[in-house]
């Protein structure tokens, strides 16, 4: 295992559980224990978890895992909601996408339709996420235009007042919103006061607004709101929401697709 895979496995392990023994991760990832000693060690100067005693806890009871380290939790269940997403979206319309890994497969889902291989443009596409303009800039057929901003670690998202100028001089059909809660009282909200802001900027811009979240993102609460409920006009989750959640954001005002 490389040790890139090796960090993915051991920060998921440890956002799950909250804490790890050294000698649990290396029984769990069939290294040895020096190997993951070295492993904490390194993630510690990183600031990405703290060192214990024996072993490690995360970071914060906020703790965020780095995009880059989040490797396919509810990955199924993201890529049906992505392709349920793509699918909502007409040819020639102008959608914004937040960063993600859900927003990520949203963008994935739309390189591969079928009805979007040609276009001027086939699609625009707006969104403050870098590795979202990468993917797709080798697309022809969109148009892709990336917010400014300053770069975030996290979730390599753009944020900041720079954004605010591109932002402030168009208009979009969609707006998709990768979420880290999504509740009825609360709102769709982020781990971040930055990126939330920019999503913000994103919905106001928007005709309509598609929240993309997988079910255990329901029902909850996180730091930095980017609007409320009633903003939201669709929400597409999977078939895991339960009945309650689902009459509930119905009631809203919302329709719920699961997929």
Sequence with gaps: MSRDARWKALLE?????GRLEVEEAAAELEVSAATIRRDFDQLA?????????????VHGVS?????????????????????????????????????????????RALAVRSDLTSGSPALTVVT?????????????????VVTGGVARAQSYELIGPLADGVLS????????????AFDV?????????????????????????VVAADSSKLGQRAFARICAAESVDILVTDTAVTAETLRRFEEAGIRVLAV
């Design 13 to 17: 392990l440890l956002v799950e559980r």
């Design 45 to 57: 100067e990183q600031q990405m978890l703290v060192r214990t005693r024996g072993g490690a806890v």
């Design 63 to 107: 703790y965020e895992l780095p995009l880059r380290y989040k490797t396919a939790r509810h990955a199924s269940e993201k890529q049906r909601i992505a392709k349920a997403v793509a699918d909502l979206l007409a040819p020639g319309e102008a959608v914004g996408l937040t960063g993600g890994t859900t927003t990520t497969e949203v963008a």
């Design 128 to 144: 403050n996420a870098l590795n979202i303009a990468n993917e797709l800039a080798v697309r022809p057929q969109f148009k892709i």
């Design 169 to 180: 001089q168009i208009t979009l059909d969609v707006a998709v919103l990768g979420v880290v």
């Design 185 to 209: 009282t609360h709102g769709a909200a982020a781990a971040d006061e930055a990126e939330a802001a920019i999503n913000r900027l994103l919905c106001e811009r928007a005709e309509r607004v």
